[in-house]
């Protein structure tokens, strides 16, 4: 009796997708975006959301890299609404399309602003929709596959979003402004299209990625004036010396006999 083992289809996923000629294309980009924002942060600890198998922390010199999030294969195995880090711990965490295919991004940025350092660094990566590809987007809404199954985050909604939190950019580039197309010989022919659009239509590239710095407002420690330390502080101030009043006189005088010695030296 022959047994028929049923093979169910895979889910498609984001990571899936990056294997794809569309994917790759994205992919070779992001790739250089995320090694000029990472290698100059320092610390002690740097975290990546996401995307396991794709190390977007390979230029940075953090002694403590890791990798959070749902998917097989992360270090850390947890929801980035809910990362099981302390706060202020992390000093580098990277978004890299993190935020457009969560039901709840403004979570996930509220728990990335509760576990960065003050003047920590955020690098996010996203779609852009007002682009090309944003266009494609809106075609094909309704489709389940990637990327046109997420919502598009516009980057002055993003920029809003981590004002709020108290997030100041400091770096950012819009890329990938070729028309999405599957196959790679027409992405190809149409490589010419980012030097064109990235000096006529810059903010109209495909995919971006911006690195925000965590501000705090300065504080100042005030202790209160302590009984003790008055005390102290008048037992050594100075005490005003009397002078006497043959010394005084003198002292008055002595501009207006220098005016009179003047007069006769004269």
Request: hydrophobic share 45%; proline share 7%.
């Amino acid at each position: 009796m022959a047994v028929i083992v049923l093979q169910t289809p895979e889910k498609p996923t984001l990571q899936a997708w990056f294997e794809t000629p569309r994917g790759a294309y994205v992919l070779e980009w992001l790739r250089a975006q995320f090694d000029n924002a990472v290698e100059d942060v320092f610390g002690f600890n740097a975290v990546q959301i996401s995307l396991p198998r794709l190390d977007f922390l390979r230029a940075n010199r953090i002694p403590f890299r890791t990798r959070a999030g749902t998917e097989q294969g992360c270090e850390v195995r947890a929801d980035p609404r809910f990362l099981p880090f302390a706060s202020q711990s992390v000093d580098l965490l990277l978004l890299p399309h993190v935020l457009e295919f969560s039901a709840q991004p403004h979570e996930i940025l509220r728990e990335a602003e509760r576990v960065l350092m003050p003047e920590g660094q955020i690098v996010i990566a996203g779609f852009n929709p007002v682009s090309l590809w944003g266009i494609k987007r809106a075609v094909s809404r309704r489709s389940a596959q990637y990327p046109w199954c997420g919502d598009f985050i516009g980057l002055l909604r993003l920029r809003d979003w981590l004002k709020l939190l108290g997030f100041e950019l400091n770096g950012g580039r819009f890329g990938c402004y070729a028309p999405p197309f599957g196959q790679a010989k027409w992405l190809q022919r149409f490589a010419f299209m980012e030097q064109a659009g990235d000096r006529w239509w810059p903010i109209a590239g495909g995919v971006y990625v911006v690195r925000a710095k965590k501000r705090m407002v300065g504080m100042r420690l005030v202790s209160p004036a302590w009984r003790n330390g008055r005390s102290r502080v008048r037992a050594l101030s100075p005490v005003a010396r009397r002078e006497p009043a043959r010394e005084a006189a003198a002292r008055r005088a002595t501009p207006l006999l220098r005016l009179i010695r003047g007069g006769r030296d004269g």
